[in-house]
């Protein structure tokens, strides 16, 4: 089974601190992928790798940042959190090698930002 | 742009049949997916169309109608476990857009 692990699952972060989020999969897939999600808006894409040093922009990548020096690992960079950013990060991951596109989740990163 | 609408709420009964609709506005296509959320939980993988019909699964089939950029999930003999959220998705390439989901409430 694919696997995606986020590093933390509750985070509690003060307003103008540096927030790092982790994420790592095990599946030798090419793309990840970090999301966020609040009640109402569903799924927004905020950046998105599809290789190694690779990342694009994805609907909402304001205030966030992200790294990839590793194939199995994306890490999400808020460099002054605020308090709206507050929610739920996802982390994803996928294969380029099937047009369907399956898209695999980590479990979820609750962000408070007070 | 790309959109794709889908009702934020539905509620059925135990052992009943019901829809989620979704409708699509999308540059180029590659097929509609679905993907289940329970709360607190990730959101998984249920089905993907890439071409029109319906797609089935068990106790859930998916339908896609690429002509009228339509789709929906059928969920059969209604389970409490089936309630969640359930999301569709356009898996364009690298950049997969999703719904905003439907909760669906199962009533005993």
């Known amino acids: 089974d694919v696997k995606v692990t986020q590093s933390s699952r509750y985070l509690v972060k003060r307003t103008g601190e540096k927030v790092f989020l982790e994420c790592v999969q095990d599946?030798?897939?090419?793309?990840m992928f970090w999301y966020r999600q609040d009640p109402g808006l569903g799924l927004r894409l905020i950046y998105f790798?599809?290789?190694?040093?690779?990342?694009e922009k994805g609907d909402i990548p304001e205030g966030y940042s992200v790294s990839r020096e590793k194939k199995e690992r994306f890490s999400l960079i808020l460099e002054s959190a605020s308090t709206n950013q507050t929610s739920m990060y996802l982390c994803?991951?996928?294969?380029?090698?099937?047009?369907?596109?399956?898209?695999?989740f980590g479990e979820g990163s609750w962000l408070t930002v007070v | 742009g790309q959109s794709l609408e889908q009702p934020s709420e539905v509620t059925a009964v135990e052992g009943a049949i019901v829809q989620i609709n979704c409708t699509y506005q999308?540059?180029?296509?590659?097929?509609l997916s679905w993907y289940q959320q329970h709360d607190g939980g990730a959101p998984t993988f249920l089905s993907y169309n890439a071409l029109d019909g319906l797609e089935e699964t068990g106790r859930f089939s998916s339908f896609l109608s690429r002509s009228d950029s339509y789709g929906y999930l059928l969920l059969q003999e209604l389970q409490m476990k089936d309630s969640a959220s359930y999301f569709c998705?356009?898996?364009?390439?690298?950049?997969?857009?999703f719904g905003a989901g439907t909760r669906l409430f199962v009533k005993a």
């Open positions: 999308t540059s180029g296509f590659y097929g």
């Open positions: 998705a356009h898996p364009g390439g690298f950049k997969t857009i």
């Open positions: 599946m030798d897939h090419e793309n």
């Open positions: 994803a991951s996928s294969s380029s090698r099937w047009s369907g596109n399956t898209i695999y």
């Open positions: 790798s599809y290789d190694v040093k690779m990342k």
